[in-house]
């Protein structure tokens, strides 16, 4: 959890940063994580209690220039010298000797790392500097964004809340969104729909459709469906409403039940059955 990023790049005090990070970890373990096989941990906590996961950031940042951070992060002149240094934060977790509690000194152990395209960056330049300090390269699994609800030429923010859906969305918010704002592939009208069908490439119900709806079989039938005339705009958005409705009620639910002892447990590093 990286709770020192946004206190160096938001509008957050430090312990606000903190706090957030720890809410966000109660998030991520109602989704159903294995406490014996999964470790989450805070930067700001977890580079004071490891000795190793420090020492780890000092060596990248000696492999990395100011002017190679510069070329590869954007930074300028302006902006707070924490900044330049966080990169080999983001990038000391890719070395096993980070976890000496899971991996203890073993540099051969590969690492797998799951992000979205704009975490890119860090991990060419962790990919740059591996060798140099004796760990093998990273791999990288690039995720898909999420569409913003008013399409892809819109971007999600947390500070508008009309641009995508949140885990603490009720219901009834829930509803009103995907019919208000969710970006449609449909026609003009429902004659012409029914003539010419909609695009399911571009309506952003049917692509929130194909990161939530398990059955594969019934995500066939809808966008063929939509594509033929079949379906109308409000019937999908009324089957996006329905599983997300559905899914967030469930996280809600799981995520009430995660107290402060159980994320303890999350966020405490010890040897994890995953390897041993």
Request: proline share 5%; hydrophobic share 35%; aromatic share 12%.
């Amino acid at each position: 959890m990286t709770d020192d990023e946004k206190f160096l790049w938001k509008d957050l005090q430090l312990e606000e940063a903190h706090r957030l990070a720890h809410e966000n970890a109660k998030d991520i373990i109602a989704c159903g994580f294995d406490p014996k096989k999964t470790f989450i941990f805070s930067d700001l906590d977890y580079m004071s209690s490891c000795p190793n996961f420090y020492r780890n950031v000092l060596r990248i940042q000696k492999c990395v220039t100011v002017n190679q951070a510069k070329g590869i992060f954007g930074f300028v002149d302006t902006d707070c010298i924490g900044k330049i240094g966080f990169p080999a934060v983001q990038a000391a977790p890719a070395f096993s000797t980070s976890f000496p509690s899971i991996f203890a000194e073993s540099k051969e152990i590969g690492c797998l790392i799951p992000c979205a395209i704009d975490q890119d960056p860090y991990f060419r330049m962790t990919r740059d500097v591996a060798p140099r300090l004796g760990f093998p390269k990273p791999a990288l699994l690039h995720s898909v964004f999420f569409p913003a609800l008013q399409g892809s030429q819109s971007k999600m923010s947390s500070s508008d809340p009309s641009s995508s859906i949140f885990l603490t969305d009720t219901p009834k918010q829930i509803k009103q969104k995907v019919l208000k704002y969710a970006f449609s592939g449909g026609r003009d009208t429902m004659e012409e729909h029914r003539r010419y069908g909609g695009n399911p490439d571009v309506d952003v119900s049917y692509q929130y459709l194909t990161f939530f709806l398990e059955d594969d079989n019934r995500l066939a039938q809808i966008e063929q469906d939509y594509r033929s005339g079949k379906m109308l705009t409000g019937e999908l958005k009324k089957e996006l409403v329905s599983v997300l409705q559905d899914l967030i009620g469930q996280h809600r639910e799981r995520r009430k039940a995660i107290t402060d002892d159980i994320l303890r447990e999350f966020m405490t590093p010890y040897h994890h059955d995953f390897y041993h």
